[in-house]
């Protein structure tokens, strides 16, 4: 192979994420003449509403996929955020890259930590899973609905729409916007989406000649905590649509994963964690679920959902 062509969202972190593994490719393979095919997606395009209402993550990888299934894109690079739990047939996920900060970011000019914010001052997110945990830990707080790309959040911000809002840390810190992060969230204050700050490679199930090529792109430590988290989303029909959480972490080859789902008012925040050594992160995914199931997880989800549907 002597060319390979990258599929990307054309925002500016999408284009980072696909020049960073375009770099990475170059210098494994001087040989390899790598291209990046930017495209927009329908995620990109409807900004007007959450993405709870417009059907959540597939709407930002559809396009990529077409693109590799016509043969226009070798493989694409994605957040692993961003990509459904079960992937269409035909489409898998062929390296993991090291994680970058999985933390949620508080961006403000006027403050410099949640617990600074006065009653009623108004926060930016989107994520259910953001909104539910800072609900229940400070109700006092109105949050608002932001979305669009990290340039069009700041500024938003920046014209006084919010007093502050929550970004993830890894996508500022790529875009070299870090001196705008005032405080990083810890994961016991707000648990990270499932696969935050990680890149995930797909492809078509079919190009099995491009897994010896990606291998060193993957990153199995990374690969494991999200095989992990993903499990535990999947088991409870994890998407945007839900406020839901999932993170892991590895030491000494053993992976501990906690997980929570929440009514998006904060009322309700079911939270379970367990670890398992590092062959078993699909089944420790199950049991976290299994966890959340038997605290009546179920129902709650319904609840959510219809809810949503309603507004
Ligand atoms: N939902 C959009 C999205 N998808 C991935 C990231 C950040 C980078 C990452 O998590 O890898 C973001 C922005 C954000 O949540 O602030």
Redesign the pocket.
């Known amino acids: 192979m002597n060319k390979l062509v990258i599929a990307s969202r054309e925002s500016k972190?999408a284009m980072w994420?696909a020049e960073h593994i375009k770099a990475r490719l170059e210098t494994l393979y001087p040989q390899l003449q790598v291209e990046i095919l930017g495209m927009t997606t329908q995620?990109d395009q409807i900004l007007d509403k959450t993405?709870s209402k417009i059907g959540g993550k597939g709407l930002?990888v559809k396009e990529l996929e077409q693109a590799l299934q016509d043969g226009r894109a070798d493989i694409a690079v994605h957040?692993?955020?961003?990509v459904p739990m079960n992937l269409p047939a035909g489409f898998a996920l062929a390296a993991i890259c090291e994680?970058?900060d999985?933390r949620?970011?508080f961006v403000s000019n006027n403050y410099s930590s949640l617990h600074e914010l006065p009653a009623g001052a108004v926060v930016g997110t989107s994520?259910l899973r953001r909104e539910s945990q800072i609900r229940a830990r400070f109700p006092h707080l109105t949050i608002k609905p932001l979305r669009g790309?990290?340039q069009t959040?700041l500024r938003k911000l920046d014209e006084g729409e919010f007093d502050a809002i929550?970004?993830?840390?890894?996508?500022?810190k790529?875009l070299e916007l870090a001196e705008r992060i005032r405080a990083e969230l810890a994961p016991s204050e707000s648990l990270?989406?499932v696969?935050?700050?990680?890149?995930g490679i797909e492809i078509r199930a079919d190009r099995s000649d491009l897994l010896e090529l990606l291998a060193p792109l993957n990153h199995a430590d990374t690969a494991a905590c999200v095989s992990a988290e993903r499990s535990l989303s999947r088991v409870l029909g994890g998407s945007?649509q839900i406020p839901i959480g999932g993170f892991a972490t590895i030491t000494d080859d053993v992976i501990t994963l906690g997980g929570f789902v929440a009514h998006p008012d904060g009322s309700v925040m079911l939270t379970a964690s367990a670890s398992a050594p590092r062959d078993y992160a699909d089944a420790l995914g199950r049991a976290v679920a299994k966890q959340l199931l038997e605290q009546d997880a179920a129902p709650l989800i319904a609840a959510v959902i219809a809810e949503q549907a309603d507004k």
């Open positions: 972190l994420q995620g993405l930002f957040s692993i955020k961003d994680r970058e999985p949620d970011a994520s790309n990290v959040r929550i970004l993830a840390a890894a996508g500022l790529r990270p989406a696969g935050q700050g990680a890149l945007c």
